[in-house]
């Protein structure tokens, strides 16, 4: 089946780090995404890992990815305030098609 | 470069009514996707283009939805007779290729369209 599962909200201090987990379904996933929505604006994708990758690092972001459990995280090193934001977990069903969880507001307090 | 743009961003309409979404996808991309945002899920794929064809249109909720495109351009999503439960957001995304990781979708904005 095609089921996303993440935390709905994440609150987080500036300048520590944050970490948003999601559990996906499809073991023949592909790749896995994370997307971020800012408030009024459509998603950007951040990053994504291909399946047979333990470990991606992109700067400040670090993707994780337990294919055993169908667990990937998302760590962003030093969060600043435009860091808050929803971050959406997808994988590919397809070629062509993304199933995405209901995000997760990430909230950054001074 | 502009980027994907959706019109209307918001739309208030009564129940009964048909509305038409539209989505300018970024010039040049071959693939176009309608997702759908309800408050508080993820993101529901509705169509997928290629080109002006659509060879996935498993996502259309009911037959009261449909999408065209034309000029591999702009595309357009119809809902006849809405429903309260139609209120979302409609987002729009385009690709330079139909596949996905070597080829990331661009989201529009989306359009926020209420029901009464």
């Known amino acids: 089946g095609e089921d996303v599962e993440q935390s709905l909200f994440l609150s987080v201090r500036e300048g520590d780090s944050s970490v948003i987990n999601c559990t996906y379904t499809?073991?023949?996933?592909?790749?896995l995404y994370w997307y971020k929505q800012e408030p009024g604006a459509g998603l950007q994708l951040l990053t994504y890992?291909?399946?047979?990758?333990d470990m991606k690092q992109d700067q400040r972001l670090t993707v994780l990815l337990n294919k055993k459990d169908k667990h990937l995280s998302l760590r962003i090193a030093d969060t600043q305030t435009g860091d808050s934001a929803i971050y959406f977990c997808?994988?590919?069903?397809?070629?062509?098609?993304?199933?995405f969880g209901a995000g997760t507001t990430v909230t950054v307090r001074a | 470069g502009a980027g994907v743009s959706q019109s209307p961003s918001n739309k208030v309409t009564e129940k009964g009514k048909d509305v038409e979404l539209r989505c300018d996808p970024i010039?040049?991309?071959?693939?176009l996707y309608w997702y759908r945002q309800r408050l508080g899920q993820g993101l529901e794929f509705l169509i997928y283009?290629?080109?002006?064809?659509?060879?996935?249109k498993s996502g259309l909720p009911s037959d009261r939805f449909s999408a065209e495109r034309t000029g591999e351009s702009v595309s357009t999503l119809t809902i006849q007779r809405t429903q309260q439960e139609d209120s979302a957001v409609y987002l729009c995304?385009?690709?330079?290729?139909?596949?996905?990781?070597?080829?990331?979708?661009?989201f529009g904005n989306g359009t926020r369209l209420t029901v009464t």
């Open positions: 499809d073991s023949s996933s592909t790749y």
């Open positions: 283009f290629q080109g002006n064809s659509a060879p996935d």
């Open positions: 010039s040049g991309h071959t693939a």
């Open positions: 997808a994988e590919s069903i397809n070629d062509y098609k993304l199933s």
């Open positions: 890992i291909f399946s047979n990758m």
């Open positions: 995304a385009s690709s330079l290729l139909g596949e996905t990781a070597h080829s990331p979708l661009h």
